[in-house]
């Protein structure tokens, strides 16, 4: 996997014309993780991926993707510290299909990740599973269908994607006796 | 909802306790992993939050956040920042068995630059439940925190002590849990504080990351062995471990013989070497007023409550007080009363000190302020100060009446406020708009003693050097706020003083009632009352004894305690300990400071002026005798944060928690005795049933001697009370009246329960005496216990051993009756803020009775006064329900008429300003 030097900061540059943002905040990184950190003029800054991406939706006046209900909210900060923990955390093989089944079984009735609406957690999710979506075989994308769907819904939502690869997935079946 | 945890995973933790914090209403199920919530992933997750959606939250954090968001707390990006912190940094941290070291810096850094007593703010948050329930399993209590981390240990310590985290604490640490969770302890090293690696230099240096990676079931509970399902699934009470039962036992058993001797100081009360000497004050009351409740619950009580305690401890205490009689205040106060300046002082000393006497306050000495000791300590301490180069001199421009021949005071000015135009702003402060206004800058200004325009002269006052004092100040301050028990408002406070700089501070005025200033050219000036007042705690204790120096120059023996409400906490946190390191001569300065917030009355606020309230001359006149005012206002003491005075729940406590639980338990124990045995104690042979009941009293015994020690007032009252309720459910259970009909078997157990429960009710005698002390001499009285068993040990004994003889046993409390209370709340104002409050000039409307002086007929104005407000509440109704204009206008002008009349009937002008709302088209 090509790491990028800066993946936090790119990743919130991303976010940041999604949402329409006028460029000019200014990151920096910390510590051997690379944290992103966005600079202000007061103050000591904002640390933290999910921190910042939140603050940048608010910023944004789109606070309906940080979930309207106190549930739906809750259920956005649950996935959106799922991906800075486990997703961001796992790097081998293990971890990876402990993260594409757990999701899959999340995905199993829902279209996107905090139920019937689309939310920063579904951004950030895409962002942070493309490196793996991208290297996955035909079959394992099958596999983990509920997961394919989702991620083929989201880099296709309008604006989203940007740069990034698009990612193949195809419709008909393969592997019928796969499961 | 329901929440399902597993026990003695560290992650039950804080979700419990966030609960708790926010009150969520959730059904706790004690979880067996193997019945996993069916939508959630494959992992074991536990704790589980189940909503009525079916939606299930497996992240300890988002579940916390539900729990704040349900109650309207949105997340911040400071509380996102520290949950994230924690799901990422900290966490990782604590499974990789790193160093804390770097970790918690982080923290008490971040709260010691912000200078705020919680970490995203100066109230408790859902970042603060988070990290908390991270950190208490590996710290258990701050005592493992070193002093290098004061902010973090103060920090941590409040946390741990409240009410919510404390029930958490308690509720996952049952004993097959605790087997599971010091299992979890031993993997961890003792937080090792000198860190593994060298310190970045970076000002905001992350701690580093730890390079093992989290496996799958990440999120703090991956080993499995928490999520063990507990065999015991009720109850969120901590279960009793075999060492703490036998210990109880055995402490039971050793009988009055494990009390500590008894021991009285001499008199007068003086430093003794090798005791723990406490010198206690309460903030002195200002001397032209009667105080309020929430004065008495702020100073007086606490401190008296404190300094009970510290003498049943045995400890050397010495607790002084007194009314602050110099300043301005004093002046207007004789002019309106046609007094002199000492005549007042005398009238209202004497009123102050009837009202603590009434309740019982134990002062070892109540002076005042106007003495020659007063002057010649506060003369000698400016003296040094003067010597040592910490004063300036410097010219102010003040208001001077050519007509009285003086400068005036900013209470003397009157003059339209320069920032809303309102025509009657004081001059230090507008009553309207609230800012704080500088009297110069008054437009229109007028002497209030003779109703001339005063004109702006300059005058030379003097200053205390503060910003020369701060390099003393500061190495003094970190050392006391580190080793002393500062309550969190107190460190705020003072932190936010220091980081916002010190500037230099007037210390004389022009005024007469004063001590005067010994300096040339400062003849016709004294000082100004925030200089002088706190040397009233030192000229008083002179009063008391010649030899104060004993208590005021030994900081090396003394211990100090400063009890205030918190607009009080600068004074004694900065300015006043700078005038006594300034004056260099080795002064007791604050070791504790302890700070209440505000007590509110009902919805509102007390109002000497509308009348609005309960003052400390009327409490007694309620018929509710002193001890059920010290118990009520000691439950709702404003500790951490505001609280209320309510009829309602004075009422409330006082039946249920007064009458049915401890009351009750008291009375029945001893009536057991007298009416079975004869009034002689009964022998007593333990079954594990009643050793359980031992150590679950001496349980709630420690604690509230942990919570005492620590001045957590109101907090230590719920253990007493918890001890009585499980003694009513132990009474309940085991049924001595049914047994004593039984046969021998039945009989013998019969008495060791009363043997037991009139023990229980002895050893609650002592802890109640802080509080209750009356209460607590008749439970003495009617137990009949001997002085040198009435003492308050750290174990639960026997100290009514059998065929110990009881006294006559009676009724302790009494109950309040709903029309008793309804006549006092009428009686005490309160409940209709909304005319006081939104509407001004309804104000005439409704005449406060203290404020009655008018010369009419007090009947007719009383008639005229009750039909202006039930005219105004039709007008009102009327204009909600969307009436007809027309009809709206007779009814108004009826109104207007009415009040035109009342207005006549009370001697005023007629003149009634026409409310703008009701002319408007």
Known sequence: ?179 | MRLRVAPGGPAALKVLAAAGAAAAPVRLVWGDPSERPLASPSAPWLPALELDSGTVLFSPNAICQFFFLARGEEPTDLTNQWLEWEATELQKGLEALEPLGQLLEHIEQDLSSRGTAYLAGDTQSVADVVVWGALFPVLQDETGLPSELPALRTWFQNMTLSEACRKAAGSVLMPEALLEFKSYLQKHPPPCLATGRATSNAPEAQPGAGTGHRGAGGHGHADPHWDQPSPQGDGPERALSEEEIAAAVAAWARGAAALPGPWKPQQPVLPVHGRRNVLITSALPYVNNVPHLGNIIGCVLSADTFARYCRLRNWNTLYVCGTDEYGTATETKAMEEGLTPQEICDKYNAIHADIYRWFDISFDYFGRTTTPHQTRIAQDIFQRLLARGFLLQDTVEQLRCEGCQRFLADRFVEGTCPFCNYEEARGDQCDKCGKLINAVELKNPQCKLCGGVPVVKTTQHLFLDLPKLQERLEPWLEQSLATGDWTANARYITRSWIRDGLKPRCITRDLKWGTPVPLDGFQDKVFYVWFDAPIGYLSITANYTEQWERWWKNPQQVELYNFMAKDNVPFHSVIFPCSLLGADDNYTLVNHLIATEYLNYEDGKFSKSRGVGVFGDMAKDTGIPADIWRFYLLSVRPEGQDSAFSWGDLMLKNNSELLNNLGNFINRAGMFVCKFFGGVVPDMVLTPDDERLLARVTLELRQYHQLLERVRIRDALRCILSISRHGNQYIQVNEPWKRIKGDEKDRQRAGTVTGVAVNVASALAVMLQPYMPSVSVAIQGQLRIPPERFILSRDFTCTLPAGHRVGTVSPLFQKLENDQVEALRKRFGGGQPEDLAVKPQAKQTHPAPAALVAPGDPQLIQELTEKVAEQGNYVRQLKANKAEKAEVDTEVAKLLELKKQLLQAEGKSPEVPVPKGKRKK
């Open chain 1, 1 to 179: 996997m090509a790491a990028a030097a800066r993946p936090g900061v790119e990743e919130l540059a991303l976010l940041e014309k999604l949402l329409g943002l006028p460029r000019g905040n200014k990151y920096g990184v910390q510590g051997e993780r690379k944290v992103p950190v966005l600079q202000t003029n007061n103050g000591p800054g904002l640390t933290g991926l999910m921190t910042i991406a939140a603050h940048l939706v608010k910023q944004a006046k789109k606070d309906q993707l940080l979930g309207s209900t106190a549930e739906e909210k809750a259920v956005v900060q649950q996935w959106l510290e799922y991906r800075v923990t486990q997703v961001d955390g796992g790097s081998s093989k293990e971890d990876t299909t402990t993260i594409l089944k757990n999701l899959n079984i999340h995905l199993e009735d829902k279209v996107y990740l905090a139920g019937n609406t689309f939310t920063l957690a579904d951004i950030l999710m895409y962002y942070g599973l493309h490196h793996i979506m991208v290297d996955l075989t035909v079959q394992e994308k099958e596999k983990y269908l509920n997961v394919s769907r989702w991620f083929s819904h989201i880099q296709h939502y309008p604006g989203v994607r940007q740069h990034l690869s698009n990612v193949i997935f195809i419709k008909n079946r393969l592997y019928t006796n796969a499961h």
